[in-house]
């Protein structure tokens, strides 16, 4: 039986095939070093999303590949990582400044969070994929509703800072969903989400402060 297909379906199509080969073939170009398995299967995805997100293949595809490799390996939960760009890259046999290149150019597509431990390292967060900062951003709206309800019905006080503070405390004392080394980047983080999730009861504030207070 002929089955017809619009042309734009059969490009749609042509390109997720084209996509799914170059990613097989990634794959099988970091198996050949020294990698870790539990780390591929989230490498290949990066590389997926970027690819769609870009919509152009980039020249030498194997740089990416090792660039998302070095994002998946450096997770805040990999604390400590201080190997040095340089030793990494020695192990691929690529300059370090395209592994600048490559990582920027998939952390800015794909919205990651970059954060520096004391000694200036960089871990990164997917911030639409990680458990832990899912579960960081859902505390902090409980927290940040309870406080806005405490206000308009009790006048109780918002202190964004104390708040954030014990915010911060419970996820990594109590939780432990975040690294206790890594305390104060995490504190800069949930203050942020903190201050915008207030942004959405900025209008009952000027209703109470108008007609109650």
């Given amino acids: 039986m002929l089955e017809l297909y619009t042309p734009d379906y059969e490009v749609i199509?042509?390109?997720?095939?084209i996509t799914i080969d170059l990613i097989k073939d990634g794959q099988d170009?970091?198996?050949q070093f020294d990698i870790k398995d539990e780390y591929?299967?989230?490498?290949?995805?990066?590389?997926y999303k970027y690819l769609r997100n870009n919509g152009k293949i980039p020249h030498n595809l194997y740089k990416f590949f090792i660039a998302a490799y070095y994002i998946i390996s450096r997770h805040p939960f990999a604390f400590p990582a201080h190997e040095s760009k340089?030793?990494?890259?020695?192990?691929?046999?690529?300059?370090?400044?395209?592994?600048?290149?490559?990582?920027?150019?998939?952390?800015n597509s794909l919205?990651?969070?970059?954060?520096?431990?004391?000694?200036?390292f960089p871990y990164f967060i997917d911030p639409?994929?990680?458990?832990?900062?899912?579960?960081?951003?859902?505390?902090?709206?409980?927290?940040?509703?309870?406080?806005m309800m405490s206000f308009?019905?009790?006048?109780?006080?918002?202190n964004s800072q104390i708040l954030t503070?014990?915010?911060?405390?419970?996820?990594?004392?109590?939780?432990?969903?975040?690294?206790?080394?890594?305390?104060?980047?995490?504190?800069?983080?949930?203050?942020?989400?903190?201050?915008?999730?207030?942004?959405?009861y900025k209008e009952y504030v000027k209703l109470q402060q108008k007609y109650f207070i």
């Avoid at 639409?128 to 406080?147: C, G």
């Avoid at 975040?178 to 104060?184: A, G, I, K, Y």
Wanted: hydrophobic fraction near 40%; glycine fraction near 2%.
């Fill in 128 to 147: 639409k994929r990680d458990i832990s900062l899912k579960f960081i951003k859902n505390l902090i709206k409980s927290k940040v509703e309870k406080a």
């Fill in 29 to 31: 170009f970091l198996q």
């Fill in 165 to 200: 503070e014990e915010l911060v405390n419970e996820v990594i004392f109590e939780q432990n969903a975040f690294p206790e080394e890594l305390l104060r980047q995490l504190f800069e983080i949930a203050f942020e989400y903190v201050e915008n999730e207030f942004l959405d």
């Fill in 86 to 107: 340089k030793g990494f890259c020695q192990k691929f046999g690529l300059p370090v400044s395209s592994l600048d290149y490559c990582v920027e150019k998939m952390t």
């Fill in 40 to 47: 591929l299967l989230d490498t290949v995805s990066i590389i």
């Fill in 152 to 158: 308009l019905v009790w006048h109780k006080p918002i």
């Fill in 111 to 120: 919205n990651y969070i970059r954060i520096l431990d004391d000694m200036n």
């Fill in 13 to 17: 199509n042509t390109k997720e095939r």
